[in-house]
């Protein structure tokens, strides 16, 4: 029996988003942190709490107490506040291997974050689509949060 390989794009995702915030990186930088940690939202905007542990080898994860919770990945590089990066397989619970960047630069006005997702794995139908709903809700609670006064 021949068994018959995936093509590499049914394997892969690749998203790239990019959102500008009228603050400064420092500010934006500490804005993502709390977002993506304890601040965090799931869908229709449902708390989800997560813990963001900001240096090298730091955890990311969905705590859910008593032990219990869900391992999104580890930071891999961290430069405050230009580069956060994690890799991991985030909230996909099959074979699949991620790697997350946020990259701040100082713009006229702000800041420019560029978000750039790329996964390899066995993703099951639809599900690449769906990931890429989340981003764009992150950016407006970040963007949000560092514009406040």
């Known amino acids: 029996m021949t068994a018959i390989a995936p093509a ?8 790239t988003e990019e959102v500008r915030v009228r603050s400064s990186p420092t500010a934006t ?9 304890r601040s965090n939202e799931g869908h229709n905007g449902a708390p989800m709490p997560m813990v963001l542990e900001p240096w090298p080898g730091g955890r990311w994860f969905r705590d859910l107490g008593d032990n219990n919770g869900h391992l999104w990945g580890h930071v891999q590089a961290i430069k405050q506040p230009t580069l956060l990066e994690i890799t991991g397989p985030l909230m996909m619970s099959f074979a699949v291997a991620s790697n997350l960047q946020y990259r701040l630069t100082q713009v ?15 993703f099951p139908d639809g599900y690449r689509e769906a990931l890429s709903q989340g981003w ?5 609670r970040v963007r949000r949060r560092a514009e406040q006064p």
């Open 136 to 140: 764009p809700n992150l950016f407006d």
């Open 29 to 37: 930088f500490a804005a993502l942190l709390e977002e993506m940690g």
């Open 8 to 15: 590499i794009e049914n394997l892969s995702l690749n998203i």
């Open 108 to 122: 006229d006005g702000g800041t420019l974050i560029t978000l750039r997702h790329t996964a390899l794995g066995l």
